[in-house]
């Protein structure tokens, strides 16, 4: 018997989907062979749940290597590859049934966050292209943290680990914004939700 009575009805059970490690890619613990189901489209309409986003910054290389710039490349010539493959890994996520797009800030003011952004990120290691890792930024559109927001994400690594390798550096990182459903949270908003879930 539950130790808070009424509690099973305040929060519903659900059946969660089979779970892919969420550890970062190339850690050995992710399991390739889990075929995930295209991004969810239903969420539960009857619950107003809180919104996130994330930013996820790492070093990839695709997998077809003869993508690659040859090892003799000039700058330009990788930079030219950078932007390459920028679009190669939105095309993959489309594949894979993400509305995705390459950022770019040149001819841009903001990423548009109902989409997948793909961009360059000038903070990250460059030492792993000339081993054909190149450091790249992934920014999800506004995601909202109900039901199905963990086979969105799980979906979204499985699209990238079917087309690109990945190496850990110190210099990559994971950033995730909340905000309420209808703007972003204030200081005492977030004091109430941390009492709120605090139980």
Same mark, same amino acid.
Request: hydrophobic share 40%; proline share 9%.
């Given at each position: 018997m539950s130790s808070f009575p009424g509690l099973e009805s305040a929060f519903p059970k659900t059946r969660q989907p089979r779970r892919r490690s969420l550890a970062f890619p190339g850690s050995g613990s992710w399991d390739a062979s889990i075929d995930l189901p295209s991004p969810p489209t239903e969420p539960n309409p @009857?619950? #107003?749940?809180?919104?996130?986003?994330? *930013?996820?910054?790492?070093?990839?290389? /695709?997998?077809?290597? !003869? $993508?690659?710039?040859? /090892? *003799?490349?000039?700058?330009? *010539?990788?930079?030219?590859? !950078?932007?390459?493959?920028?679009?190669?890994?939105? @095309?993959? $996520?489309?594949?894979?049934?993400?509305?995705?797009?390459?950022? #770019? /800030?040149? *001819?841009? #003011?903001? /990423?548009d966050y109902t989409l997948w952004n793909v961009m360059l990120d000038g903070s990250l290691s460059k030492a792993h292209i000339r081993d054909g890792f190149y450091p790249v930024e992934i920014v999800t559109p506004v995601l909202r943290a109900d039901n199905v927001w963990a086979r969105t994400i799980d979906g979204f690594w499985a699209a990238m680990h079917s087309d690109f390798e990945f190496r850990q550096d110190t210099t990559c990182g994971f950033h995730i914004h909340i905000s309420p459903h209808s703007g972003q949270f204030a200081l005492p908003e977030l004091k109430n939700m941390a009492k709120a879930v605090a139980f």
């Amino acid at each position: 018997m539950s130790s808070f009575p009424g509690l099973e009805s305040a929060f519903p059970k659900t059946r969660q989907p089979r779970r892919r490690s969420l550890a970062f890619p190339g850690s050995g613990s992710w399991d390739a062979s889990i075929d995930l189901p295209s991004p969810p489209t239903e969420p539960n309409p @009857k619950r #107003d749940y809180f919104c996130f986003g994330c *930013e996820f910054e790492m070093m990839v290389r /695709p997998k077809a290597t !003869s $993508l690659l710039p040859a /090892p *003799e490349a000039s700058v330009s *010539e990788r930079r030219r590859f !950078s932007f390459r493959l920028l679009g190669g890994i939105a @095309k993959s $996520l489309r594949a894979a049934g993400y509305a995705a797009n390459v950022f #770019d /800030p040149s *001819e841009q #003011d903001a /990423p548009d966050y109902t989409l997948w952004n793909v961009m360059l990120d000038g903070s990250l290691s460059k030492a792993h292209i000339r081993d054909g890792f190149y450091p790249v930024e992934i920014v999800t559109p506004v995601l909202r943290a109900d039901n199905v927001w963990a086979r969105t994400i799980d979906g979204f690594w499985a699209a990238m680990h079917s087309d690109f390798e990945f190496r850990q550096d110190t210099t990559c990182g994971f950033h995730i914004h909340i905000s309420p459903h209808s703007g972003q949270f204030a200081l005492p908003e977030l004091k109430n939700m941390a009492k709120a879930v605090a139980f």
